[in-house]
């Protein structure tokens, strides 16, 4: 008997409910039946943005195809983008502007910090041109979280620049708030905080950024927002949507209704606060220090851990699923990620699991030391965790 | 109590056991497990499309993602493609290449009707520099089937242009014979003969494709064949695959392949006669004719009967869910899907609710006499009927 634990950060577990409305009979899609259930999620999904005055899309794509539709339908060729890197996710924005024409200012980050916000004053002085700045606001990569308020209200007094996020990750930890921060457009998949396995992504478009689109010459065809708000005003999609998907989202987004958006950030910051405190205690150093993200916890492969090894007897003996680095990361840190359908005994679960781990890989732990940290703080009451409004 | 019967062409009515494979537990993508069923479906795939030397690459798109994929990945700006339209799907091609920068040379065919394959061969000899022919196997809005053997023999012995056929609705329908007709790109969705929701695309690339991407400016990213091709050798896909939909494909392909492709395409080919043969029983003309698909009967509205009042009344009072015409065709066609998950008894609701339909929206047809004919065929040894292998 081996049970499965999935506390990766994408892929994320799938509440049993929202599995089973996934496997509902199949409805056509331009039908008053589907139409009702898409103009409720469209509804849901503002909510989750937390805005009343932009319009969301639903792709069927993962989250990668919706960074490309952010970039090929306010862009032309030949405009400049500034776009912060610090890990894969940042490196991605730059990677698919430059296929397009796009030319990239990049600003670069050490992996595990976060970008300074004042930083990107003197580039969009000394670049007035600038059209776009792309933002990640939780880099999965390195387990860092952004300030996004802060760079936003600089994108806005510095330039006429539109303020773009990839919020991939962090939609449903963190708070993204589109309007009040004056954010021109977000995007997010369905894999992380929303509940729901990999297959649909989400952009969210403010005013600004629809009128951008009317000038954007990058071509598009699938991706097309133009296309979108057509067929959004007949509650339905330009190209077949995966209806399963969007009915495992309904449930998903009621779901999230019912608990509250804000206590879902809380929940999260909660979860992410004890399981890093657990690592310390474990004597493991977090990669991405104070600017860890609640999305997940990048730890620093301590000196002599096998991280390949520790990450495999997990999985292959005790059906626990953790991320190793990506690319240059590999082998330097392992991420937990604890981000969706998890509570407290999951962070108990996963943190117990690392300690097995290490242990049985031969790296010295006291046994106990980090469960025991985890549980102090999920049940102290003094150690209500301020929600991270970064 | 009402029961949902979905006969439109696409999204079609998924198994239990693919349903339910669907909302296993999620797994992560970068594992062994995931690895294992992507090597697994990704064979079978290669089997529907009658192939051993193509690539077949799994999107997280729908079906109009992966034609995209197709014209992006093959072509240059200011190329020539010869573009087959005789319905809304081929006017898709013509539109993503045009978009694109591609020059398209069109050859309209008349709705209802199948492009005659010889007249494309003057064509060929006038524009020597055509860089790809773009067909459609089964026109979906106009229930067309096209002879896609002769037109790729055409194509291969005039020209040096790719051969690239929208096969979205036709795989597990109609015979696609990649290797023996020397198909060099084909693309499918997952929501039509596959057994699944929408959700996936899937593309299949021979080397002439593969040799004609490396030379190919088009702008790509999301959709790139050769991060795909990296990723495949890795058994996984560049960006987050749709898991859950990944899972009822492995089941999808295993009930196929339990079946046998040559099954499959029969079994298409009886259920599609039986349904034309009783649609004409009931006095009605089919739209396509002598060129009628086997994924689904076009019937042409008959004079007084208002379409969309019948449609709606199947849908509403019976819970049967068939399709009406679209753009220029609404109103003047409705659509009997029966591919997938399709049955004799399927055929004959179909035929019983367009009966039902039809008299109490006071159009006059002999009660009886459609369920009659179509019993006929599907019971009478004699009517064996030949799979239409165009």
New interface residues.
Partial sequence: MKK?Y?F?P?????P?EV??A??????????PEFSKIFVEVTEGLKYLFQTKTCNVYTL??????GM?ACVVNILSKGDKALVIRGGKFGERWA??CE???VKVIPVDVEYGKAVEPELITPLLRQHRDVKAVFTTQSETSTGVICDISAIARIVKEESAALMIVDAISSICVHPLLMDDWGIDLAVT?S?KGFLL???LAFVCVNQNAMKAAEKSD?????WSFKKMQKNLKDATT????????IRGLKVAIDMIKEEGIENVWQRHARLAHATREAVKALGLELFAGEYSSNVLTAVRSPNGLDTSAFLKKL?DKYGV?L?GGQDELKGKIFRIGHMGYVNDFDVITAISSVEKGLSECDYPVEIGKGVARAQEILLGEEEKVAVNTL
């Fill in positions: 499965t999935l990766t994408g892929p994320t577990m799938v049993p599995a089973l996934e496997a509902q009979p199949m409805i056509h899609h331009r039908t069927a794509s993962s989250g990668t195809g490309e990677e698919i296929v397009f024409g998949g894999q396995p990999p297959g990058l071509p598009k065809y699938y330009p190209f077949t949507p995966a209806v399963s998907l999985r699923s991320a």
